[in-house]
Nanobody, 118 residues
Framework: QVQLAESGGGLVQAGGSLRLSCAAS????????LGWFRQAPGKEREFVAR????????YYADSVKGRFTISRDNAKNTLYLQMNSLKPDDTAVYFC???????????WGQGIQVTVSS
């Protein structure tokens, strides 16, 4: 098990940038596939991006492709989400998640608010 804690959220104008971080405590961070999800008011939680545990392959939702970049630093036990060209539709609570190897996400952070003003 790992414990996850997001940081770096806040209020930004449309077109701006933010970088979210997700610090993990626990063992074997490098053995986890990591993901970012988000949930906007009145909507279901949706996938944003993920990075695999062994090859660092990355995958993105179509809505963020080309604007967001997911990365990880295993030496620092930290996951990142660089968000550029932000839009008001990106406003949501963002969650990081971890699943051992390629398993289901069974470790979640508490979430952090990102608000993009028009």
């Amino acid at each position: 098990q790992v414990q996850l804690a997001e940081s770096g959220g806040g209020l930004v104008q449309a077109g701006g940038s933010l970088r979210l971080s997700c610090a993990a405590s626990g063992r074997a961070f490098s053995s986890y596939t990591l993901g970012w999800f988000r949930q906007a008011p009145g909507k279901e939680r949706e996938f944003v991006a993920r990075i695999t545990w062994n090859t660092d392959n990355t995958y993105y939702a179509d809505s963020v492709k080309g604007r967001f970049t997911i990365s990880r630093d295993n030496a620092k036990n930290t996951l990142y989400l660089q968000m550029n060209s932000l839009k008001p539709d990106d406003t949501a609570v963002y969650f990081c998640a971890a699943g051992i190897y390629s398993g289901p996400y069974d470790n979640w952070g508490q979430g952090i608010q990102v608000t993009v003003s028009s």
